[in-house]
């Protein structure tokens, strides 16, 4: 089972806006070549398909597409693959955000 991260702005002492919004996500990931927006994400199982609804950005890294889903103000991304460590702090610190577990 892989980890799951929050990419959030929620921990900083700011009055200034704290969400990350779906308009900045989709403007920040479209400088982004190795990632594209997608309206749901479908994971297959060996007996069975599963396709959420939502917004992500899918990173992709060699021959696997790593979700970012953006939701309710922050990304997430589950660790399923080391190489998306860097690319997770790489996209929290061009967002100004932190990381949690979560």
């Known amino acids: 089972m892989s980890?799951?991260?929050?990419?959030?702005?929620?921990?900083?002492e700011s009055t200034t806006e704290q969400a990350i919004t779906l308009e900045e996500c989709k403007h920040y990931f479209a400088s982004k070549p190795d990632f594209e927006y997608a309206p749901s994400y479908t994971v297959t199982g060996p007996t069975s398909t599963m396709t959420i609804d939502g917004d992500f950005f899918m990173w992709s890294h060699e021959d696997t597409k790593i979700p970012f889903r953006h939701f309710d103000?922050?990304?997430?991304?589950?660790?399923?693959?080391?190489?998306?460590?860097?690319?997770?702090?790489?996209?929290?610190?061009?967002?100004?955000?932190?990381?949690?577990?979560?």
């Open 3 to 12: 980890q799951r991260y929050r990419i959030t702005r929620t921990m900083q």
């Open 73 to 102: 103000g922050d990304l997430y991304v589950a660790i399923s693959n080391e190489a998306v460590i860097p690319k997770m702090i790489e996209v929290a610190s061009e967002l100004r955000a932190d990381l949690t577990e979560g």
